[in-house]
Structures are given as C-alpha cells and as structure tokens.
C-alpha cells in the first residue's frame, strides 16, 4: 500500500475544529487499511501572519508542492482586518492556488434527503439535487492586470479590475467539465456573459469548439451567468454540470449552497493540470465556507463540508473512489438518523456539537458502506 502525503493547514476561526473531526475520519480509512496517511501540518492565513507576517510561509509552501494533497480549513477573521493587504489573510490561499497551479475548482452541491427541509427552497425543488460546479480558479478577474486604486488627483479615484482570458485557460477547463460530466449525467451547461463582455464572447467560442472537437459525445448548452443565477433558483435540477468563470463562479457556488440547506454542508477540490508522467495532479481540498468568527472555539461549527473534502481527496487525488463512497454513506446515514449542527438545525429539538458530528461519522465510517 502507497502511504499517502496529505499536508494539513488547518487555518484560522473555526478552521482548526473542523479540521480535527478529519482527522478522526482519516484515522479511521488508514485503521481499515485502505489507505496510510503521513500527516505533515502547517500554518496559513491570520495565523501565519501572526507567526510569520506572511499569509503563509516559504517552508509550509515547500511542504505544499511535495504533498499528494493539501487539506485546507479556512482563514481571515477580524482580528486581521487592519493587515496589509498583500499579507491579509486571504493571500495565502490566494497563494497556494497560484503556485500549485490550481486553476479547476469542484464544487459539489448534493442535496441529502434528510436535508431537503433545511434549504430555503422547496422539498421537491431540492430533493436529490446532485449538480457540480467547475469554477475556473487562476484566472479572469481576481488576477487580471491592472489591478489597482488610481488617484485621477482632482479628488477622485479609480477602482480598476481587469478580466483576461486566454484561449488554452478556456480550454483546460471546459475540457475538466466535459471529463466529469462523461462519468456523470453527461450534460455540461457553461456559463458566461457575451451579451456584455469579450471574454464572455471568446469564452463561449472556445467551449463550443473544444466540445466539438473533442467532446460530441456530451449534452452543451450555454446559459447568460445572470439567467443562469436564476435558473439555479427556479429549477436546480436541470443542470448536471456547470463550467464557468473565476467571478461568476464564485457567485453562482455560493448560491448553491444554499440549494444544500447551509455553508457548512459544501466540499470542494482545486485541482492542477496532470503530470505528463505520473498523470497526477497538484490538488487542494477546502470546505467552501471561511472561518466563520461568529461561531468559532464554541463548538457549533459544521464538520460536514470538510470531511466531504477529505472524500473529495479520495476519489480525485487517490482513485479510492469506494473509500470516499464510504465516507459519503456515514454522513448521509448520520443525517438520517437525525443528527444536525445548529446550522442545519431546522426543526430538529437538540443539536450535536462539532466533535460529536465527527464522532458519529466516524462511528457509522466503521461500519461499512
Ligand atoms: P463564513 O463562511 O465564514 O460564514 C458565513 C455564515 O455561515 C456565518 O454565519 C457562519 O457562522 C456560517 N458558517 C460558515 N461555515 C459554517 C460551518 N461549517 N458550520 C456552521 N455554520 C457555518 O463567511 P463570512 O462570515 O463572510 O467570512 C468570515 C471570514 O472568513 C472572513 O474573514 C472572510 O474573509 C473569510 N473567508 C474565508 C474563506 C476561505 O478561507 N476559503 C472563504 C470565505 C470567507
């Protein structure tokens, strides 16, 4: 059995509680012998600017490049609101997404059946919902130069963010939707606005031509990212798999997470270009809320959305696609069996503290798929 390099930053706020209860869960695979771990541990975000006043450090990005994976938490918090912000907290995942090359990130939106009440939309809208959201990650507007505050010296400024798009960045991702939705519902919807926008315009160019050239086989249809927004509200069902872009990715996800009834229920991945060689990827796995300041040390925080990065590991990183079935199956049996955190409360009468959503997990983990 390969031992697998699995880097933890566990971050900032509730980042460091959540990340304990994967440890547990993994401590459960490596005792069932499905895989060995060896754990290395670093710091990012506020945490490491107060350790090293960097997002994160020269050595724990070492230690990133040589990892199989990185298991990320969450960073930020008020505490480093006055920091500069080329060092703010963010920066260091900004960092790492960079410098592994990370430019597909996963988002999964999977509506349990015991969760259907908690989403703000209806039972029937949700229920079963199972659609994957491929956000181009290294690119477009959080990246584009120029990027800056302009002083026009008649006592006004300007705020310049620039959105560029290359052709071979469009083609990497739309070629990751493509590949998913094959082993999927075969549907890929790509969001873009080239009713406004020239890249909306080239985006829309380079995914029909990939598709046509490589991908016949799989369902295309393009939607506006504004309609699509609303499309996702209307009726989420429709979609399979969605590829889009750096910002209306951002926006659209987080719109997804509440089709699933909370923050604290969505994993994700961010995945590299695969070696030539070796055919693996540089891959990062994160839960997609933040650290959450608000309930953060009281031991209220959701342990869902990381654990479902650690499968996420599994299956993306590992090709133990049966182990993150596994891990899948113990949460959806703890929420059946009525367990829920304050977030997924709904009319539940008592709610579990994070280690003891961990625990169950585990306990069911142990019993199989
Ligand atoms: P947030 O995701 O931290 O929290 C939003 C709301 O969801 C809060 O009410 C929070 O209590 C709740 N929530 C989030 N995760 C939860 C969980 N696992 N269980 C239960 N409830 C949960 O977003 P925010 O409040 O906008 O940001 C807080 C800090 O996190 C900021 O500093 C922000 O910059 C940072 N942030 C970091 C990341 C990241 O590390 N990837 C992402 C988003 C925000």
New binding site residues.
């Given amino acids: 059995m390969t031992t697998l390099k699995l880097l933890l930053l566990p ?5 460091p509680e ?1 990340m304990a209860e994967v440890e547990k869960v993994a401590a459960a695979v490596a005792e069932g012998g499905e895989a060995r771990f060896e754990f290395e541990r670093g710091l990012v ?1 506020g945490c490491a600017y107060d350790a090293h006043g960097k997002a994160i450090s020269e050595s724990d990005m070492a230690l990133a490049k040589a990892a199989d994976a990185v298991l ?7 505490k ?2 006055p920091v500069p912000y080329d060092v703010r ?2 920066a260091g ?1 900004l960092r790492l997404r960079k410098d592994l090359g990370l430019f597909a990130n996963l988002r999964p939106a999977i509506c349990y059946p015991a969760l259907a009440d908690a989403s703000s939309l209806k039972r029937e809208v949700v229920e079963g919902l199972d659609i994957m959201i491929v956000r181009e990650l290294t690119g477009g507007v959080y990246f584009g130069e120029p990027k800056e505050i302009r002083d026009l010296g008649n006592g006004q400024k300007r705020g310049i963010d620039t959105q560029v798009y290359d052709t071979y960045e469009i083609e990497r991702i739309a070629r990751v939707a493509f590949d998913l939705a094959r082993k999927r519902r075969n549907k890929v919807t790509s969001g873009e606005k080239r009713n406004v926008m020239k890249t909306g315009v080239l985006w829309h160019e380079v995914v029909t031509a990939v598709h046509a050239r490589e991908f016949k086989d799989v369902t295309l249809e393009h939607q506006l990212a504004d309609a699509l927004a609303m499309q996702l509200v209307r009726w989420p069902k429709q979609f399979d798999v969605i590829v889009t872009d750096n910002l209306f990715g951002d926006v659209l996800s987080d719109i997804a997470a509440m089709l699933t009834g ?4 969505l994993p994700s991945a961010s995945l590299g270009e695969a070696d030539a060689v070796t055919g693996k990827r540089r891959a990062l796995y ?10 953060a040390g009281k031991g ?7 654990i479902g990065s650690l499968a996420m590991a599994m299956r993306y990183s590992f090709g133990l696609g049966a182990t993150a079935d596994r891990i899948e199956a113990a949460i959806a049996r703890t929420l059946a069996a009525g367990l829920r ?4 409360r709904g009319d539940a009468r008592s709610v579990v503290s ?1 280690a003891q959503m961990g625990d169950s997990i585990v306990a069911e983990y142990r019993k199989g798929a």
Avoid: C, K, R
Avoid at 11 to 15: A, N, R, V
Avoid at 262 to 265: D, I, K
Avoid at 341 to 344: F, G, R, V
């Fill in positions: 971050g900032d706020g509730i980042g959540v975000g990320f938490g969450a960073v930020g918090g008020p480093w609101d907290p963010e995942l909370s923050l604290g229920m994160e839960p997609v809320h933040g650290s959450a300041p608000d309930i209220l925080a959701n342990p869902i959305a990381m955190t304050a977030d997924i994070t």
